[in-house]
Structure formats: structure tokens, C-alpha cells
């Protein structure tokens, strides 16, 4: 978890993101059979956030886990469930659940899957002009193929 260094540290001195980290490894050291995560990646950097998931990826136990970074979870994550004030908006595979349908009614967003690599995708999104138009679903230019970070 990279958090070895931080332990003779006082919490109150540890930024956002080694705070993180540590609450991250004392969970881990635990070795419960189901790990429940709110929002582990809200201060890390992109490298510890993308470490933390492999990481948590590999260790084959049943993760729950609050992530708001939709690109993210389409890499990392089996199942996904898209909440909207307390409403399951969809639930399922990541590549059924984040469909521009669902991008536009819960986020305000035009989107599309890039296929990045084989078998790899990502979210390309940009804000709606307006989130009730029915031209909201609409998939952006099938010509741009970088993804959005």
C-alpha cells in the first residue's frame, strides 16, 4: 500500500492523500473477507489512486466501494451501481451501466466508451447545454478517440 514510511508519523501532519493511504492499509491489515471503501480515492494523487485499485483488485475479496470517478470504475470495477438521490438509477456490468442514456439523465453528460486497448475502455463525456433537451442522449463525434481524464 506504500504506507510503510507513514507510520511514525503524527496523523494530524499526514496530507489529504497519506491520510488515505493509511486509513486504506489499517482496513487491509484487518483481512476481513468483504472490504467496504467510502471514497478511498477522494485525496490521492492519479498514481496512488490507480496503484490503490490494482492493489484492491487483486486481492479477490468482495468490495463495496464509493467512487465518484466514473472512468475509474469502468476500468476497476464487475458492478456498478449508479445511485441519484438516494435512487438506484442503474445497476449491472460497467459497460451496460454507464450507457449515455443513463450518463445524460443522472450526470447532465454526453458519453461514450473509447476502447483504449483491447478489451479496455474509457468515458469520453462533456457537459449537456441542456440536460432535458431530447438531443442529451446523443453519442459524441464517433471521430475523437482520445479519452477525457
Known amino acids: 500500500m506504500g504506507a510503510q514510511?507513514?507510520?511514525?508519523?503524527?496523523?494530524?501532519?499526514?496530507?489529504?492523500?497519506?491520510h488515505q493511504r493509511v486509513l486504506l492499509a489499517r482496513a487491509l491489515a484487518q483481512?476481513?473477507?468483504?472490504?467496504?471503501?467510502?471514497?478511498?480515492?477522494?485525496?490521492?494523487?492519479?498514481?496512488?489512486?490507480l496503484e490503490a485499485l490494482r492493489m484492491i483488485r487483486g486481492l479477490?475479496?468482495?468490495?463495496?466501494?464509493?467512487?465518484?470517478d466514473l472512468d475509474l470504475a469502468l476500468r476497476y470495477?464487475?458492478?456498478?451501481?449508479?445511485?441519484?438521490?438516494g435512487v438506484?438509477?442503474?445497476?449491472?456490468?460497467?459497460?451496460?451501466?454507464?450507457?449515455?442514456?443513463?450518463?445524460?439523465?443522472?450526470?447532465?453528460?454526453?458519453?461514450?466508451?473509447?476502447?483504449i486497448a483491447p478489451g479496455e475502455h474509457a468515458l469520453r463525456c462533456e457537459p449537456l447545454d441542456d440536460p432535458g433537451s431530447p438531443d442529451s442522449v446523443v453519442p459524441l463525434d464517433a471521430t475523437e478517440e482520445e479519452p477525457a481524464c
Open 60 to 68: 479477490g475479496i468482495t468490495t463495496v466501494l464509493a467512487l465518484h
Open 77 to 85: 470495477c464487475d458492478r456498478l451501481c449508479v445511485l441519484a438521490d
Open 88 to 115: 438506484v438509477m442503474a445497476a449491472g456490468p460497467p459497460r451496460d451501466v454507464l450507457q449515455p442514456p443513463s450518463m445524460a439523465e443522472v450526470f447532465g453528460v454526453r458519453a461514450r466508451q473509447v476502447e
Open 5 to 18: 514510511h507513514l507510520a511514525d508519523r503524527d496523523i494530524a501532519t499526514l496530507s489529504g492523500g497519506e
Open 31 to 49: 483481512q476481513t473477507r468483504v472490504l467496504v471503501l467510502d471514497e478511498p480515492l477522494n485525496h490521492p494523487d492519479i498514481r496512488h489512486q
